[in-house]
């Protein structure tokens, strides 16, 4: 069994699933959080025996130091690779961190990649997302048609951490009866959350920054992710630039809706929208940097989204 693990990949819900599996089974977990503290912790911890006298896992989140991003943080990766190199462990570290690639010139990371289990969590392509959502359900033992899975994203959002999060949902609501059908779907996504998402989108697409701050407010109050909006508001700003750009080629309403897989009536509201095209593609990357920004731990979620919408 290896002693040291290093996760890493974009989506951060998938990286939280390997975590899972790997500590399932132990009493003793600790999480250090290396983007504020130092490396070095973790590793004395590491050297210290178990309180309950078996291994103890060991997570070390946000180990940026493993990649090209910016680290403030003065760790000290002789240690580190002292303890790599040692072999002799009396217990368990994983490393994580939520970015695409690792900086293959450090020699930390060359280091890694020779002495531990290193697993890469690969983004999850839109046109591979059906497959996913089915055999997320499948390995639970449940049953979902290729027609209601496609269902289940365009109703719930294309980001993997919401789709993840629903599933489980979906789950616990099936539990007797392992069969997902399109009814179950509109039964368990909470419709206070789709009127205020659908309102909020609505307000950012007009400007009305009255009606975006009130629609905002309430889903907090209800006790809304922030990651969760802005995968939604993503999802409504990819829409209208997509809309935007085909209008350009004079399609009209029903053929853009065929195109882009989606009901005419969305695609007549996204027309709706003041914003320019190179408005949207800033916001959506805007958007994309936010989100990577808060599930790496360098921005607060709710000051993040609150930051972004007075921006507008």
Known sequence: MNDIYLIYGSNYSLIKREIEKITKGYDDVVKYDLSVCKVDELLDDASCISMFATKKVLIGENALFLTTNINNINHNLDYLMNYINDENHSNIIVLTVVNEKLDERKKIVKLIKQKAKVINKETIEDNNLVNFVINEFESSGYKIDYKTANYFIDYVGKNVDILLSEIEKMIIYKENDKNILVQDINDITSKGFKDNIFDLTDGIMKKDYKKVYECYNDLITIGEEPIKIISLLANQFLLMYQVKLLSYSSRNNNEIAEILNVHPY?????????????????????????????????????????????HL
């Open 266 to 310: 969305r695609v007549k509201l996204a027309m709706q929208t003041n914003y320019l095209t190179d408005e949207l593609s800033d916001i959506l990357k805007k958007l994309h940097a936010l989100d990577f920004d808060i599930k790496s731990g360098k921005v607060n979620k709710m000051i993040g989204l609150e930051n972004f919408l007075l």
